[in-house]
T-cell receptor, first 115, second 109 residues
Framework: GAVVSQHPSRVICKSGTSVKIECRSL??????MFWYRQFPKQSLMLMAT?????????EQGVEKDKFLINHASLTLSTLTVASAHPEDSSFYIC???????????FGPGTRLTVT | EDQVTQSPEALRLQEGESSSLNCSYT??????LFWYRQDPGKGPEFLFT???AGEEKEKERLKATLTKKESFLHITAPKPEDSATYLC??????????FGTGTSLTVIP
């Protein structure tokens, strides 16, 4: 149980294009979803927290106009990297939890490379 | 300031050589202490949640313990397949999560 999927697993795009990453909870309803970014050999950096049907709460220093998050249903959240640039290249991971638990369950991650 | 510190950064063990990973935390009201395993290029996999000092949880060769200041992940007779990065995270009563930087474990056959 508690499976979270992400799509795509890898994406390569040209500078200036926008990229959408999907995060789905497959066997539970995710009241809260989180988006993280991870650089090589570093820990997870929380970008934003989203609750279903509400606007996302962004961490300090994260540009909300660049990293657009939508949590339209209890099983789906999307992260859109707008006008991506090479410095946006990273490993993006989502996680999800439901109200009755404290644990976060993570997706497999998406490797974004911007050329 | 709330924070989580893990040590050591990296650990190399011979197969069968038991050891412990440390997670020290300072949070304003601990709601939960979590351990995850992360393989290269993958998302973290949930292992344990500990809620109060004195609590212990076990899964196969892993045992997690919790005190008021730190948590330990004990690995008994590790195997090469236990090689991974182990992350801990603390959640405070404000529902904020703080992740450590992880311990990279390598188990040599």
């Amino acid at each position: 149980g508690a499976v979270v999927s992400q799509h795509p697993s890898r994406v390569i795009c040209k500078s200036g294009t926008s990229v959408k990453i999907e995060c789905r909870s497959l066997d539970f309803q995710a009241t809260t979803m989180f988006w993280y970014r991870q650089f090589p050999k570093q820990s997870l950096m929380l970008m934003a927290t989203s609750n279903e049907g509400s606007k996302a709460t962004y961490e300090q220093g994260v540009e909300k106009d660049k990293f657009l998050i939508n949590h339209a249903s209890l099983t789906l959240s999307t992260l859109t990297v707008a006008s991506a640039h090479p410095e946006d290249s990273s490993f993006y991971i989502c996680s999800a939890r439901w109200t009755a638990t404290y644990e976060q369950y993570f997706g497999p991650g998406t490797r974004l490379t911007v050329t | 300031e709330d924070q989580v510190t893990q040590s050591p950064e990296a650990l190399r063990l011979q197969e069968g050589e038991s050891s412990s990973l440390n997670c020290s935390y300072t949070v304003s009201g601990l709601r939960g202490l979590f351990w995850y395993r992360q393989d290269p290029g993958k998302g973290p996999e949930f292992l344990f949640t500990l809620y109060s000092a004195g609590e212990e949880k076990e899964k196969e060769r892993l045992k997690a313990t919790l005190t008021k200041k730190e948590s330990f992940l004990h690995i008994t007779a590790p195997k090469p397949e236990d090689s991974a990065t182990y992350l801990c995270a603390a959640q405070n009563t404000g529902n904020q999560f703080y992740f450590g930087t992880g311990t990279s474990l390598t188990v040599i056959p």
